[in-house]
């Protein structure tokens, strides 16, 4: 495997079921993001790991809960979802510092979808 | 705080026609880096190019050129001779650095996107 992996690449979950999904990047990184994408909206930030450290909470719903067990996973566990948490949910690596700072590699993303 | 408009949300060419791509950002920022990404069907994002504030020069690679104006806050994107394989959603995005305890990390502000389909 190569680049950044993500599964599963698509969800189907009830408002009351658990599910984790799970990333996993094979290119040295140690900075490791969540993003969400919604239809019509911008990618949105959602948590940041340096060095397994959690960095940037954007804010997000306690129904999302990350966890970085090491630089290389991550992983986003969702429960009590509510509709509007429908997305593809993107994850990305980086390296910081970097000669090239700032360049994010993504995953092909999870299409969630909550019923 | 910062922000990023692509104010086209869906442009549709015919093949070997060139087509910009416009970007507009905001930032109180001196040094910031600007980026394009692209994203197939296939849903992942695909890094295309990295600006940093302090170089204005224009850059093309093969059929794709990108022109960055300081003065208009502007960093368009221009793909000349289009094919269909260039059909996906583009993305403009705007760096901000972010210096914590535990390190760096680098938040990455993107745009709406734009969906560009190349007809045959």
């Known amino acids: 495997e190569t680049g950044v992996t993500q599964t599963p690449r698509h969800l189907v979950m009830g408002m009351t079921n658990k599910k984790s999904l799970k990333c996993e990047q094979h290119l040295g990184h140690n900075a490791m993001y969540w993003y969400k994408q919604s239809a019509k909206k911008p990618l949105e930030l959602m948590f940041v790991?340096?060095?397994?450290?959690?960095?940037e909470n954007n804010s997000v719903p306690s129904r999302f809960s990350p966890e970085c067990p090491n630089s290389s996973h991550l992983f986003l566990h969702l429960h009590t979802l509510q509709p509007e948490d429908s997305a593809l949910y993107l994850c990305?690596?980086?390296?910081?510092?970097?000669?090239?700072?700032?360049?994010?590699?993504f995953g092909p993303g999870t299409r969630l979808t909550v019923t | 705080a910062q922000k990023v408009t692509q104010a086209q949300t869906e442009i549709s060419v015919v093949e070997k026609e060139d087509v910009t791509l416009d970007c507009v950002y905001e930032?109180?920022?001196?040094?910031?880096?600007l980026f394009w990404y692209k994203q197939p069907p296939s849903g992942e994002l695909v890094f295309l190019i990295r600006r940093n504030s302090f170089d204005e020069q224009n850059e093309i690679s093969g059929r794709y050129s990108w022109n960055f104006q300081k003065s208009t806050s502007s960093f368009n994107f221009t793909i000349t001779a289009s094919q269909v394989v260039d059909s996906a959603v583009y993305f403009c995005a705007l760096s901000e650095a972010n210096w914590n305890s535990g390190g760096s990390n680098y938040k990455l502000t993107f745009g709406k996107g734009t969906l560009l389909t190349v007809n045959p």
């Open positions: 990305a690596s980086s390296q910081v510092p970097s000669p090239n700072p700032y360049e994010q590699y």
């Open positions: 790991y340096n060095f397994k450290e959690q960095t």
């Open positions: 930032t109180r920022d001196t040094t910031y880096y």
